[in-house]
């Protein structure tokens, strides 16, 4: 089954503690990207990937790092959380840019 | 600056009545608008990208149109399963993100 796959579902951790969440895509899709969730704010990119080792910031990339050593992952990292990093996160990818992203079923994380 | 903005933010319709979402859209030159269904809790599930205006796409009880500043999303007829937040979101020529709106959230009751 095609599918963009985020692990975990849900994450609760303490201010400082560094954690990555994965994401993998089956789609063999050349653009990924990262979102974050908030009411009131919608989604709002934090980085994207046009390809391997390709990677760029998006609107909101202040306190995350992204790598792209593989086409099909595109973990998302934070290396000192803070709470206002509290949020729904979802991995997308798609074909290539400008088309459909398919999105993953989000991280929920809670930064205490 | 791009700009996305939906309405209403929030719709609650009875069972059989149709009624109209808009996306209203600022950009510099657009690539695609595209919507979204998303559940509570789970990531937004793809409907319809539209390129130019005048462009029109159904599914089942949604029909999603396009002008040069806004679409529509159509729902004809809504059941309870219509349930969601229905998200616009536009891809610009010169940019490389999906810009999102913040969503109309529809509640149909039986």
């Known amino acids: 089954e095609a599918q963009v796959t985020q692990n975990p579902r849900y994450l609760i951790t303490v201010t400082g503690k560094k954690l990555t969440v994965t994401c993998s895509q089956n789609?063999?899709?050349?653009?990924m990207s990262w979102y974050r969730q908030d009411p009131g704010l919608g989604l709002r990119q934090i980085y994207y990937?046009?390809?391997?080792?390709?990677?760029d910031k998006g609107d909101v990339p202040e306190g995350y790092k992204v790598s792209r050593k593989e086409k099909r992952n595109f973990p998302l990292i934070l290396e000192s959380p803070s709470p206002n990093q509290t949020s729904l996160y979802f991995c997308?990818?798609?074909?290539?840019?400008?088309?459909?992203?398919?999105f993953g079923s989000g991280t929920q994380l809670s930064v205490l | 600056e791009d700009q996305v903005t939906q309405s209403p933010e929030a719709l609650r319709l009875q069972e059989g009545e149709s009624s109209s979402l808009n996306c209203s859209y600022t950009?510099?030159?657009?690539?695609?608008l595209f919507w979204y269904r998303q559940d509570p809790g789970k990531g937004p599930e793809f409907l319809f990208t539209l390129y130019s205006a005048g462009e029109e796409k159904e599914k089942e009880r949604l029909k999603a149109t396009l002008t040069k500043k806004e679409s529509f999303l159509h729902i004809t007829a809504p059941k309870p399963e219509d349930s969601a937040t229905y998200l616009c979101a536009v891809w610009e020529t010169s940019g490389s993100r999906l810009t999102f709106g913040e969503g109309t959230q529809l509640t149909v009751n039986p």
């Open positions: 997308a990818s798609s074909r290539r840019e400008y088309e459909k992203l398919f």
């Open positions: 789609m063999n899709h050349e653009y």
């Open positions: 950009v510099s030159g657009l690539r695609g």
């Open positions: 990937s046009m390809n391997v080792e390709v990677t």
